[in-house]
């Protein structure tokens, strides 16, 4: 069974810009979750998707954005990029939200 | 979700048993016990979970005091391999909707 697949691995953007990321999940996980991890701040939860809805966001300014489409794949869109938010970011997939397969990331460095 | 403490950083010879404590004083009835790893810039990694009983799968055994408050997460024969940082989440399955709650976790160090 393929694990989660996090598309690209490595980003280098310019402040101002914008981003994209990509999540596949495990086939038949429905649930999507998406972390940003940075040195000072640990792992922090951005938001879940299940079956194409937002159910669940966190304490993060509306610049960062999410969709999940039909097949469960999901994106992560970061606008007017910052220099903090330079990370790596997480996707996560489960069949509920609890228990998580983990990506291995894009790290996103913003210049 | 309860909140947990772990010790920040703890080290083990290589081969021995890793016991890692957690203390999740505040956890009610419904939230179980998650056990997850990273290790260097890697994606966190499902280890184990439990929510009253001791449970043991081919990575780790998770024991749990009987009043739930605390709770160790043993490594039998640790490896080089097992270098990582450990995080303890409670968690209500019926309510998390996707989002864990890392704290710090603990720096286990496995030295040869």
């Known amino acids: 069974k393929a694990g989660v697949t996090q598309t690209p691995r490595y980003l280098i953007k310019t402040r101002g810009q914008q981003v994209t990321l990509s999540c596949s999940p495990i086939?038949?996980?429905?649930?999507v979750s998406w972390y940003q991890q940075t040195p000072g701040q640990g792992l922090q939860f951005l938001f879940e998707y299940f079956s194409e809805t937002q159910r669940n966001k966190g304490n993060f300014p509306g610049r960062f954005s999410g969709r999940q489409f039909s097949n469960s794949r999901s994106e992560m869109n970061v606008s007017t990029l910052e220099l903090g938010d330079s990370a790596l970011y997480l996707c996560a997939s489960s069949l509920a939200g609890d228990r998580a397969f983990f990506g291995q990331g894009t790290r996103l460095t913003v210049v | 979700d309860a909140k947990t403490t772990q010790p920040p950083s703890m080290d083990c010879a290589e081969g021995r048993a890793a016991n890692l404590p957690c203390n999740h004083s505040?956890?009610?009835?419904?939230?179980?016990v998650y056990w997850y790893r990273q290790i260097h810039s890697q994606g966190p990694q499902y280890i184990i979970h439990?929510?009253?009983n001791n449970e043991t799968n081919e990575m780790a055994s998770l024991i749990i005091t009987e009043d739930r408050k605390s709770s160790t997460l043993i490594l039998p024969h640790a490896t080089l391999r097992d270098t990582a940082v450990y995080y303890c989440i409670a968690l209500d399955r019926g309510s998390t909707l996707g989002r864990l709650y890392f704290g710090r976790g603990t720096q286990l160090t496995v030295w040869p």
């Open positions: 505040t956890i009610s009835g419904n939230e179980y």
């Open positions: 439990g929510l009253k």
């Open positions: 086939s038949g996980h429905r649930s």
